[in-house]
Antibody, heavy 118, light 110 residues
Framework: QVQLEESGGGVVQPGRSLRLSCAAS????????MHWVRQAPGKGLEWVAV????????YYADSVKGRFTISRDNSKNTLYLQMNSLRAEDTAVYFC???????????WGQGTMVTVSS | QSVLTQPPSVSAAPGQKVTISCSGS????????VSWYQQLPGTAPKLLIY???KRPSGIPDRFSGSKSGTSATLGITGLQTGDEADYYC???????????FGGGTKLTVL
């Protein structure tokens, strides 16, 4: 069964850090680009970052560039999102997603909630 | 405000047809493929259409996609109450080197 499962969310103070993980199963993880997408409460989808199948290429949304880092460990079938200097506006459900093509995501995790609050 | 523009809401009666538009520019929709997602309340998005008009396995042919110039359209025929959801378009923006999503459209089946 093709599956993505996020973990690592929680409540964190502004300026602090958090690392999200996304465990993949049921497909050849090392063959696909992977993305993080977030959704603030009551708001629409916002793309966060992408990493190529081998980790050699990474792109970020302007809103997180310089603060967030996407990475992957193909030996562990796991995707990561290191989030530093967190702000209140980073509060959202964070989804990891497998790409079918560069801009089409066919498999999504259930999401993990990140709340940035003092 | 999203770079890709969608109507905030659309509505139609059961059994009818509805279309949802997504407007962009030459750096995104005009030169890249468009995908569409359905998000039911409290769930993760689900891919409905990719590469402008292709349906993943398991998506019924009631859902269709098209693209013309810098705009794309999602069509849903034979509306069912279970189709009530938020719908998002998405594409790559070559100038921004980023994936863009539309602001989302809430479909109400009256």
């Amino acid at each position: 069964q093709v599956q993505l499962e996020e973990s690592g969310g929680g409540v964190v103070q502004p300026g602090r850090s958090l690392r999200l993980s996304c465990a993949a199963s049921g497909f050849t993880f090392s063959s696909y680009g992977m993305h993080w997408v977030r959704q603030a409460p009551g708001k629409g989808l916002e793309w966060v970052a992408v990493i190529s199948y081998d980790g050699s290429n990474k792109y970020y949304a302007d809103s997180v560039k310089g603060r967030f880092t996407i990475s992957r460990d193909n030996s562990k079938n796991t995707l990561y999102l290191q989030m530093n200097s967190l702000r209140a506006e980073d509060t959202a459900v964070y989804f990891c997603a497998k790409e079918e093509t560069m801009d089409a995501f066919d498999i999504w995790g259930q999401g993990t909630m990140v709340t940035v609050s003092s | 405000q999203s770079v890709l523009t969608q109507p905030p809401s659309v509505s139609a009666a059961p059994g009818q047809k509805v279309t949802i538009s997504c407007s962009g520019s030459s750096s995104n929709i005009g030169n890249n493929y468009v995908s569409w997602y359905q998000q039911l309340p409290g769930t993760a998005p689900k891919l409905l259409i990719y590469d402008n008009n292709k349906r993943p396995s398991g998506i019924p042919d009631r859902f269709s996609g098209s693209k013309s110039g810098t705009s794309a359209t999602l069509g849903i025929t034979g509306l069912q109450t279970g189709d009530e959801a938020d719908y998002y378009c998405g594409t790559w923006d070559s100038s921004l080197s980023a994936v863009l999503f539309g602001g989302g459209t809430k479909l109400t089946v009256l």
